[in-house]
């Protein structure tokens, strides 16, 4: 996956299965450089138009990457592939945390909730948790060296390039890929995030070449933030254009680009360290509150279990082997059977009601807990939402979204929970 990160679109970047031989280093190929006028069109907007005689082409081209490998390959590609990752911390292994981890599957469930904002106090597992659940992500069926891994079916989660082969009606290649977990740095530049102009490529064989950043790579994945309350104002105002739009325009050198970029936004932080900005916060749909374990023989188990990872982590993981593929099968299911999952009109009245009495600000509490419900319910293996689903998720979904007041000191989350009985009851 790292290998991925910095390469230009002139470049297949896909971080997909069966693209690559076992023995290459990494799941890509890079094309020759392309010369002179080439195909004899310009791009602009992400729009194929014919470029005039005698001025630089931009051009981009991809290489088809699609290759049949038989299933014993295809296995031995992904274990190679596993071995060589760092070993993460097993999503099945972690004690306690039960609200930030009941958050973090249903987001992974149905993506459209939006995300979640993780605070809480510092050590007490924030990031682990968070990148522990790379091993629980199902695939997703991409275009095959698509940079911006694009969907050959949903318009809206296509890059411009694709729609263009459609149109001319193509047949795209197809490959299936897990979804992407990228961290997104404190100290990453604007161009790092939104991608630039490759000047590189410029100078020396004067071709104009888009060179994609972190936003085209967490285009349906999850982009993370460790930290998120200390990122610099300016990548604030990148996330918050591209969560509202779906999609990043970069204005550089004279020419534009736009690629789609959907993504779960997840982020952490102490509070300690300071607020979030109330316009990106809006944009979590989930907030989760983690606290340090009290109970003393708990923090003993925590302390143990991380203690014989740090010994022998592939020992470890193996341990917890058959927990994480039971949770796997739980989260394919539920994302199967998501949509068939029914919720009754009096219910959905009464989770706005609960809204308008909290004076929760817009729309978004309401269609939040809609879907947070419904992905709950699939989780649980039911096909109707009961009040019981709407009780658990409805604190995470509006907690962060109540308006401030100084002089409260009850939990933000209670207040949310007390409506809820006086409502439903």
């Known amino acids: 996956m790292a290998g991925v ?59 088809n990457v699609a290759t049949e490998v038989s299933p014993v390959q295809e296995q031995a590609q992904k274990l190679a592939f596993m071995e060589s990752q760092r070993p993460v911390y097993p999503f099945s292994a972690i004690v306690g945390q039960d609200e930030m981890k009941l958050c973090l599957l249903l987001n992974v469930i149905d993506p459209k909730i939006g995300g979640v904002m993780i605070m809480g106090d510092r050590g007490t597992g924030k990031s682990t948790t968070v990148r522990s659940l790379v091993d629980l992500l199902p695939e997703i069926r991409v275009v095959a060296g698509d940079p911006f891994n694009s969907d050959p079916v949903d318009p809206e989660s296509m890059g411009m390039e694709v729609r263009e082969r459609i149109v001319r009606g193509e047949e795209l290649p197809v490959v299936m890929t897990k979804i992407n977990m990228v ?50 104002d300016h990548l604030v105002d990148v996330l ?45 749909g989930m907030h989760a509150q983690v606290s340090t374990v009290r109970d003393a023989e708990l923090r003993v188990k925590i302390v143990e279990e991380r203690a014989r990872f740090d010994r022998n982590p592939k020992e470890f993981r193996v341990s917890y ?10 989260i ?24 308008a009495e909290l004076n929760v600000d817009g729309l978004r509490g309401d269609i939040v807990t809609n879907r947070a419900a419904k992905a ?11 009040p019981e689903e709407i009780a658990t998720v409805i604190p995470n979904c509006l907690r962060h979204r109540l ?8 939990d933000s989350g209670l207040l949310v929970i007390e409506k809820f009985y006086e409502i439903f009851s």
Not at 321 to 330: I, N
Not at 337 to 355: A, E, G, P, W, Y
């Open 240 to 284: 918050l254009d591209s969560a509202a739009s779906g999609w990043n325009t970069v204005e550089r050198e004279g020419i534009s680009i736009s690629h789609p970029a959907r993504f779960i936004l997840i982020g952490s932080g102490n509070p300690e360290e300071g607020e979030l900005r109330p316009q990106l916060l809006d944009r979590f």
């Open 321 to 330: 082997q058959a927990e994480q593929e039971k949770l796997q099968q739980q």
């Open 403 to 410: 308006r401030k007041d100084p002089l409260e000191s009850i």
């Open 332 to 355: 394919s299911s539920a994302r199967e059977s998501l949509s068939s999952v029914q919720l009754d009109h009096n219910l959905r009245v009464m989770i706005s009601k609960v809204c």
């Open 376 to 386: 709950l319910a699939a989780l649980k293996g039911r096909d109707k939402v009961t």
């Open 5 to 63: 990160l910095g390469t230009s679109y002139a470049a297949a970047i896909l971080p997909s299965r069966p693209i690559s031989s076992p023995s290459s280093k990494f799941p890509f190929q890079s094309l020759p450089p392309t010369s002179g006028q080439g195909n004899g069109r310009n791009f602009k907007g992400g729009i194929a138009v014919s470029g005039k005689k005698g001025r630089s082409q931009l051009r981009f081209s991809i290489t």
């Open 183 to 232: 961290d997104l740095p404190l100290g990453a530049t604007e161009d790092r995030v939104c991608g630039t102009i490759d000047i590189e490529k410029a100078l020396t064989e004067g071709v104009k070449a888009f060179e994609p950043g972190l936003l085209a790579k967490a285009n349906r994945g999850i982009l993370y933030v460790d930290e998120v309350n200390l990122l610099d």
